[in-house]
């Protein structure tokens, strides 16, 4: 079967850095992505990893290590407009690539 | 702002009735998904369409019933629905193929009473 796990909940205070954590056990693997969700909105496309080692975009940065089954989203100075939830997801196979498995979703609250 | 656009945002429908989502993008992508998310879940995947085709049907009960009809656009019918579809329901476009991120519209709001 399929598992992606995430935490529920993560607080931090603005300004601060928060790393987000998804470990993964699934099928196959063929990329993970981060989706950031405000309440009662879409997803939004964070980042995308599918080789092993670190992306950067601005204050956000993910982490991939395929051996170990695991990823983060660190988040840094922080703001409060990213209190929102944050999907960790995996394209679990190449024949089924519109298929993507989605985490639970970690929710962040920054506080001032 | 997303460039996946989805109508209506916010539909209420009894049991009985017929009504249709629609979504339109305008990126030149060649797949497109509907997900449904309830409240406080990860999205789940409904449909996958790939060049107009279906090609993923996740087991979604009959009262919902997809339609591309053409490369930009995506309907959901939905009929004879239950108050448990009540959810929010998402569509979402990419390339075709590993690698691609798929990119969502913002949601269709439905409630079945």
């Known amino acids: 079967g399929q598992n992606i796990d995430q935490p529920t909940e993560m607080t931090a205070t603005e300004g601060a850095i928060v790393q987000i954590n998804c470990t993964y056990q699934t099928s196959g693997f063929n990329g993970l992505f981060w989706y950031q969700q405000h309440a009662g909105e879409a997803p939004t496309f964070l980042s995308y990893?599918?080789?092993?080692g670190l992306e950067e975009k601005g204050r956000f940065s993910s982490f991939l290590s395929r051996s170990k089954g695991y990823s983060y989203l660190l988040l840094k100075e922080l703001q409060m407009k990213d209190s929102a939830s944050y999907l960790c997801a995996v394209r679990v196979s190449t024949d089924s690539w519109g298929k993507f498995q989605f985490g639970a979703g970690t929710q962040v609250v920054v506080t001032p | 702002d997303t460039e996946v656009t989805q109508t209506p945002k916010h539909l209420v429908m009894g049991m009985t009735n017929k009504k249709s989502l629609k979504c339109e993008q305008h990126m030149g992508h060649r797949a497109m998904y509907w997900y449904k998310q309830k409240a406080k879940k990860p999205p789940e995947l409904m449909f996958v369409y790939s060049y107009e085709k279906l090609s993923i049907n996740e087991s979604v009960p009959s009262r919902f019933s997809p339609e591309c009809p053409n490369s930009s656009l995506l309907n959901l019918h939905l009929h004879a629905l239950q108050p448990e579809d009540s959810a929010l329901y998402l569509c979402a476009s990419s390339q075709v193929g590993v690698g691609n991120t798929i990119y969502f519209g913002e949601g269709s709001w439905l409630t079945v009473v």
């Open positions: 990893n599918v080789l092993d």
